[in-house]
């Protein structure tokens, strides 16, 4: 089974030796990996982010599920284009799994973000918007689509050291779609 490995990895300094790991670890149980770096684009060309575009959705055409980091990246959330992605699989009902290395609820890290107050019964933010108070790891429509199309957010006990390089999270989510998927 192929499975789009979804993520802001891609931005780290050693994207594509995190990639890897993580396509190794994934054939350890017997998944194939398909990360988004795998596709060959030249970031120069003109057209470079279209045909990144075009590639990430030709290769989550071909996967069978897919895999989507949601540790908070830049901000309290998770990634948006890591959303996209996991709103475009579950869109195809594909199977969808999760993980992220931040066990914090998403009213505690908006809270870490930026002023919090409770007004009126509900919690806003600084700027005076509603904060989504569910006690749920993030934005709601994230959390019921893997619930719904795969499997629980997966979140370590304790956040890791390095949130980007530490892949237990990850492995447990690979397990837990290996199961799924019944090839474990």
Known sequence: MKIYLAGPDVFLPNAVELGRRKVELCARYRLVG???????????APDASLAIFKGNEAMMDAADAVIA?????????ADS???????FMAGRGKPCFGYSNDPLLYADRVREFTGVTRREGRLTDSGGL????????????MIHA????????????ARPADIWQDLATFEACVRLAAEH????
């Open 34 to 44: 398909l990360y988004p770096l795998d596709n060959a684009v030249d970031p120069a």
């Open 69 to 77: 980091n949601l540790t908070p990246f830049r901000g309290p959330g």
């Open 81 to 87: 284009g890591t959303v996209y992605e996991l709103g």
């Open 130 to 141: 509603t904060v989504e108070d569910f006690s749920l790891a993030d934005n709601l429509m």
């Open 146 to 157: 893997l619930e719904r199309y795969g499997g629980a957010l997966v979140t370590p006990k």
């Open 181 to 184: 998927l019944g090839v474990a």
